[in-house]
T-cell receptor, first 112, second 109 residues
Framework: NAGVTQTPKFQVLKTGQSMTLQCAQDMNHEYMSWYRQDPGMGLRLIHYSVGAGITDQGEVPNGYNVSRSTTEDFPLRLLSAAPSQTSVYFC???????????FGDGTRLSIL | TQLLEQSPQFLSIQEGENLTVYCNSSSVFSSLQWYRQEPGEGPVLLVTVVTGGEVKKLKRLTFQFGDARKDSSLHITAAQPGDTGLYLCAGITGNQFYFGTGTSLTVIP
């Protein structure tokens, strides 16, 4: 009964470091997405995928890369971390793009 | 620029009062969803509205989709402390979700 699992839950990075936020779902959902949540701004879409091998950019893709080699996994890579990327990151999945999304519990990322 | 604007941003009311949260845009959406988020957790879906003018009720919560599918409202009757949380609307266009700015509701016992 795992649903959407995000790791790590917390991370502190230094400016310029790279890292990968992991996201896995066990519901066989085709649609997966990454959001960042900042105070007063709701959630903003970073990247999304409509199936394995297919990814596309959302509202705020700069500084982030994604890949979707399997249905289950959708990692988010920060290439060179910047303080402006300090945020809470959420991964979500749904059977298809217009269906209710199931969210993970988030990764709280601080960049110093 | 946020595609979906929610108002009010913050709301603090006494238990038993009624309230309405608004979600407005100049864009047309194929459907709109409302989520509620608790601290330290991801958002959880409350409802999806699809048809312009559609009204859905979930116990004390009433959701309405605007006739032109550009706006929506959430009305809570007789609010309870358990309704406290962050309420988010999300409009769907194509394969993309656009979330509103959020309304933080506190219901005081």
């Amino acid at each position: 009964n795992a649903g959407v699992t995000q790791t790590p839950k917390f991370q502190v990075l230094k400016t310029g470091q790279s890292m990968t936020l992991q996201c896995a779902q066990d519901m066989n959902h085709e649609y997966m997405s990454w959001y960042r949540q900042d105070p007063g701004m709701g959630l903003r879409l970073i990247h999304y995928s409509v199936g394995a091998g297919i990814t596309d950019q959302g509202e705020v893709p700069n500084g982030y890369n994604v890949s979707r080699s399997t249905t289950e996994d959708f990692p988010l890579r920060l290439l060179s971390a910047a303080p402006s990327q300090t945020s809470v990151y959420f991964c979500a999945s749904s059977p298809w793009s217009n269906q209710p999304q199931h969210f993970g519990d988030g990764t709280r990322l601080s960049i110093l | 620029t946020q595609l979906l604007e929610q108002s009010p941003q913050f709301l603090s009311i006494q238990e038993g009062e009624n309230l309405t949260v608004y979600c407005n845009s100049s864009s047309v959406f194929s459907s709109l969803q409302w989520y509620r988020q608790e601290p330290g957790e991801g958002p959880v879906l409350l409802v999806t509205v699809v048809t312009g003018g559609e009204v859905k009720k979930l116990k004390r919560l009433t959701f309405q989709f605007g006739d032109a599918r550009k706006d929506s409202s959430l009305h809570i009757t007789a609010a309870q402390p358990g309704d406290t949380g962050l309420y988010l609307c999300a409009g769907i266009t194509g394969n993309q979700f656009y979330f509103g700015t959020g309304t933080s509701l506190t219901v005081i016992p």
